[in-house]
């Protein structure tokens, strides 16, 4: 399995004694590697930014560093879906 760089992800960072060294989201105590457990496990993007108070972008921006990373085409960026669109 290939481990990612994340010090070359903008959005993250680590801090010796903040949170054990682990990679966290920038300016807070959320690590990333929380969001992508809990994608695994099933929850949808919106579940993750409610559960964990971490914005879209921050969440698109691991997302699609990771998968820059691992050589994978990346998706587009998750949006939300207005609540009263309609399908064609």
Known sequence: MTTLDWS???AVESIPGKVS???VFKDT???VATVF???EAGLTVEEV???FSVTREQINAVLHFAAKSLGTPLPPPV???PAN???L
């Open 8 to 10: 070359q992800c903008p």
């Open 21 to 23: 060294g682990a990679w």
């Open 29 to 31: 105590r959320m690590p």
């Open 37 to 39: 457990e809990n994608l």
């Open 49 to 51: 930014m409610e559960e």
């Open 79 to 81: 949006h939300a879906t």
């Open 85 to 87: 669109a309609h399908s």
